[in-house]
C-alpha cells in the first residue's frame, strides 16, 4: 500500500486542531463582546421608546407618568397604577425612578446615568420632529 492511501497521521491532525483551537480562542471572546453591545442597545431602545410613550400620555393625559426600573423590568405608571412593563435583557444595578410631567419635564435621581440619556434622548427627538 502506498503512503497517500493511509489518511492523515495524528500528528498532522493535532497541528491542525490546536490551531484551530487557538483561532477560536480570539474569535469567541469578540463574539460575546458584540452580543453584549447588541443587548444594550436593545435596552436602549426599549427604553426610550417606553419614554417617548410616557411623554406622549403624559401630554395627553395630563398627569404625571412613573416610569420604574427594577432588576430587569421597567414599568410605566400612571397614579400608582402599571400601564406597561417591559423586560430589558440586562440587569439593573439599583431601583431608579422617574417621573415624566405633562409638559415632558423628566425629573428623578441628578446623578443617573439613565436620566441622563433620557433627557438627551427625548431632546434630540424633539429637535428631529421639529425640523419636519
Request: aromatic share 8%; proline share 2%.
Amino acid at each position: 500500500m502506498s503512503r497517500s492511501n493511509l489518511g492523515f497521521t495524528l500528528i498532522e491532525l493535532l497541528i491542525v486542531f490546536s490551531l484551530l483551537g487557538l483561532a477560536l480562542s480570539f474569535v469567541v471572546p469578540l463574539g460575546i463582546d458584540q452580543l453584549d453591545k447588541i443587548r444594550q442597545k436593545s435596552d436602549e431602545k426599549t427604553t426610550l421608546s417606553l419614554a417617548r410613550a410616557a411623554v406622549d400620555y403624559a401630554f395627553w393625559t395630563n398627569q404625571a407618568q412613573t416610569l420604574t426600573f427594577d432588576n430587569n423590568t421597567v414599568m410605566l405608571a400612571q397614579n400608582s397604577e402599571t400601564v406597561r412593563t417591559l423586560e430589558l435583557n440586562t440587569q439593573v444595578q439599583r431601583k431608579e425612578e422617574f417621573t415624566i410631567s405633562p409638559s415632558g419635564e423628566i425629573t428623578g435621581c441628578i446623578e443617573s446615568e439613565r436620566l441622563q440619556f433620557l433627557q438627551q434622548a427625548l431632546t434630540s427627538l424633539e429637535l428631529c420632529s421639529e425640523q419636519y
